[in-house]
């Protein structure tokens, strides 16, 4: 059965500095893996989407990656600003012969300005 | 404007009284899911569909029922509710199972008394 973790679960930085968040994945039988972020009593909002066959993604101030080989991916944010406060979620896409999702708990930021 | 919609957002409802939670998405997808979230649990996905008359379990199904008659909707009915299924429950398209990133619904609150 797939299992995501996500480290640290909580990271507080002082605004402006980069930062890495990390995902790590059991089964390397996945399609994709995706990014999203959660703000406190809201939805999920998709951020960057990466497939098995790719190793990185970039969104303005947002780098994925992905060593589908290892069972790992890295949210990268560079320069942090304080809305970026929120709760960074991974979700992997799991294939062999079914299409469930399993999520990481997921890592609480706080940049604090 | 594209978006994944779910009613109602908050319900208070007493043990073993049936209640369905509505999902309909306007952007012709064809892969739909619901998850439910729990404090230091995360998300866990409860049933999922890749297509109409399509539908499989995720990792959490107990107590739940869905069905997919048409394409853009996708229910979920807790036939006898119980207040271990109180809970943030998410549903979310995407445009197929492999390869397209997943849009989140708003939430729905649900508490069973």
């Known amino acids: 059965k797939q299992e995501v973790t996500q480290i640290p679960a909580a990271l507080s930085v002082p605004e402006g500095e980069n930062l890495v968040l990390n995902c790590s994945f059991t089964d390397s039988a996945i399609y994709n893996l995706q990014w999203f972020r959660q703000d406190p009593g809201k939805g999920l909002t998709s951020l960057l989407l990466i497939q098995s066959s790719q190793r990185e993604q970039t969104s303005g101030r947002l780098n994925a990656s992905l060593d589908k080989s290892s069972g790992r991916s890295t949210l990268y944010i560079a320069a942090s600003q304080p809305g970026d406060s929120a709760t960074y979620l991974c979700?992997?896409?799991?294939?062999?012969?079914?299409?469930?999702?399993?999520f990481g708990i997921g890592t609480k930021l706080q940049v604090i300005p | 404007e594209a978006q994944v919609t779910q009613n109602p957002r908050y319900l208070i409802t007493v043990t073993g009284k049936k209640l369905t939670v509505t999902c309909s998405q306007n952007m012709n997808h064809e892969y739909m899911s619901w998850y439910r979230q729990d404090p230091g649990l995360g998300l866990r996905q409860i049933y999922y569909s890749m297509n109409v008359e399509v539908t499989d379990k995720g990792d959490v199904p107990e107590g739940y029922k869905v069905s997919r008659k048409e394409k853009r909707n996708f229910p979920l009915i807790l036939e006898s509710p119980s207040p271990n299924q109180t809970s943030l429950y998410f549903c979310?398209?995407?445009?197929?199972?492999?390869?397209?990133?997943?849009?989140f619904g708003p939430g729905t609150r649900l508490t069973v008394l």
């Open positions: 979310a398209s995407s445009l197929t199972g492999t390869s397209n990133e997943q849009f």
């Open positions: 979700a992997v896409l799991n294939s062999g012969g079914y299409q469930k999702v399993t």
